[in-house]
């Protein structure tokens, strides 16, 4: 029970991750390692080796279902890699193995191809994997792609019921490629040679793969993988002495496996990565409920993906091995650096906003450059093209702005504009003092065209103001005159206004009568303030 709850959470976190879509951009490649050791993905590998001398290692729990015994398998070990050369890798592991299978004493429906069941629990280590990859063709001289030989052995160090006891062989060919510096992609297809326990005649198989990383040079990088192995002869037979008595058949069919795989691995600058991940057991044909099982009844096809390791941060790729010739044109001139200058339009910003960052570069040699634009704060639209937006930070002060330009010969530029990162301006407030009127008038008094000849010195300044005039009286009187004469006094006002080249489109006139007093209207000293005419403002 506890193992699915486990299960089942490790699912929600994977779609938490995806949810977070915010990742750092790496300017080189995080790595990893398969559960074999060799670098990859998780299952699958990648067709890169460990450069010369660095290595990378790790702890891993590998967690999945077999339907031959309905069997649950866990391997807790290590897996190790050294990189020999930079086109040859080693590497290997070694751990524990725990088999749960609900079919005891032995498996009545068949044997897995790589684990003999002898019992329904057991408990204790692991075969050994030791191999080497050969990097046949390199990122740097495949224009992106790369190709690479994996050999593999499997030493039958296992206890009984854990392993075949015999010693397996397998090879891989390997394709992989980075795509925009943003998605990794591999497959991997070989031969797996299978050893000839006593008593069995273990069948050989294909071997394949496919996986894609994503985001490639980001910490946060997901996963998927589906691998799998086509069996050669789906008839097996079981040769030694009869174990018809507990169940065993002399004769089964074999599934072939397809498993499907997702989860997440976080890389830090160190080359430290954990990863976190679900299989899933996608060949699984059989029905429990033609079998009398001693344990769960229901096949359970998830398996957790644990693991934290070390991997060296990607370095460039090793150049193409070239035999030496006898010269016979006169040596090319060397490589001369590009030159580039990076402006800024505007150059001062408010905080949040948006301004363009542009660069011109010439190359003496003609090569063609590529751009990389880089800051402390902020964030840039398309940071790999010449010109790109850059959007404020939340934070004033001067922002330095960095392009590099590359030829993609060793040689480099970089130019450095400082941006101003500014507060934004303090909105205008406008506040007009009312209008007021005698009593049972809507003619504008004398002090009047005072407040009103300060409306239009202000809408003369700022061609976005609007106004609205309010007409208002006090309540004496009855509803519909109030109305009346509020309409009076508001269209006074804004007759005042267009007669002094206020447009008449910028005004608006409306009467609320009796409806909206300002002020007390029991006492004739608040009363007579309600006889007024409001201007509020509308900003376009």
């Not at 069919?253 to 430290?272: C, E, H, I, M, W």
């Not at 010439?362 to 398309?382: E, H, K, V």
């Not at 409306?455 to 009346?484: F, Q, S, W």
Request: hydrophobic residues 35%; contains cysteine.
């Amino acid at each position: 029970m506890a193992m699915k709850i486990i299960r089942h959470v490790a699912f929600g976190l994977i779609f938490c991750v995806v949810a977070a879509s915010s990742v750092w951009a790496q300017d080189s490649k995080p790595g990893g390692a398969t559960v074999f050791g060799d670098t990859g993905l998780w299952f699958v590998p990648t067709a890169e080796t460990l450069p010369k001398g660095q290595w990378g290692g790790g702890l891993q729990l590998v967690n999945f279902d077999r339907s031959e015994g309905f069997s649950d398998i866990t391997d807790i070990g290590g897996m190790f890699g050294f990189g020999v050369t930079d086109r040859i890798e080693l590497f290997g592991t070694l751990g524990t193995r725990r088999i749960d299978a609900d079919l005891v004493p032995t498996a009545r429906n068949g044997q897995p191809q790589n684990y003999l069941i002898s019992k329904g629990w057991n408990t204790g280590f692991s075969d050994v994997t030791v191999g080497a990859k050969f990097s046949l063709l390199s990122p740097g001289t495949g224009d992106g792609y790369a190709a690479a030989l994996r050999v593999m052995a499997k030493l039958p160090t296992a206890g009984d019921g854990l392993g075949t006891g015999a010693t397996d062989f397998q090879f891989d060919l390997i394709g992989s490629r980075e795509y925009n510096q943003r998605v990794e992609l591999t497959t991997s297809a070989g031969f797996l040679m299978r050893g000839s326990p006593d008593g069995y005649n273990l069948t050989n198989g294909f071997k394949w793969g496919i996986g894609v990383g994503y985001p490639s040079r980001s910490k946060f990088k997901m996963i998927a993988e589906m691998h799998g192995e086509a069996l050669f002869d789906q008839d097996q037979k079981y040769t030694g002495p009869s174990l018809a008595a507990i169940g065993m058949p002399r004769e089964w069919n074999p599934d072939a496996t397809r498993d499907l795989f997702g989860g997440f691995q976080y890389s830090t600058n160190k080359g430290v990565y954990l990863g976190l991940g679900l299989g899933y057991t996608a060949s699984y044909y059989l029905n429990r409920s033609d079998f009398t099982t001693s344990e769960d009844s229901d096949f359970d096809r998830l398996g957790l993906q644990v693991r934290i390791g070390y991997y060296p941060r990607s370095t460039p790729p090793p150049a193409a091995t070239v035999q030496p010739t006898a010269p016979t044109t006169p040596p090319m001139p060397a490589n001369r650096p590009p030159t580039v200058k990076a402006r800024c339009e505007p150059c001062t910003v408010e905080v949040g906003r948006q301004l363009t960052a542009s660069a011109e570069a010439q190359d003496p040699d003609g090569d063609t450059l590529r751009y990389r634009w880089s800051s402390p704060t902020g964030s840039f639209g398309n940071a790999g093209d010449r010109q790109t937006p850059w959007t404020a930070p939340g934070q004033v002060g001067a922002v330095p702005l960095t392009v590099t330009v590359d030829d993609g010969k060793g040689m480099t530029a970089t130019d450095t504009i400082t941006v101003q990162v500014i507060a934004p301006a303090a909105k205008k407030q406008f506040v007009f003092e009312d209008v007021h009127f005698d009593f049972d008038r809507y003619t504008l008094r004398a002090e009047a065209t005072r407040l009103l000849d300060e409306a239009i010195k202000a809408m003369a300044e700022d061609p976005n103001l609007r106004i609205t005039v309010e007409g208002h009286t006090c309540n004496i009187g009855t509803t519909e005159y109030n109305l009346a004469l509020g309409e009076r006094r508001s269209n006074a006002v804004r007759e005042y206004l267009a007669g002094r080249g206020v447009a008449g489109t910028r005004l608006q006139a409306v009467s609320y009568g009796e409806e909206r007093p300002k002020h007390d209207n029991t006492r004739e000293e608040t009363r007579r303030l309600n006889r007024r005419a409001a201007l509020t403002i509308r900003l376009q």
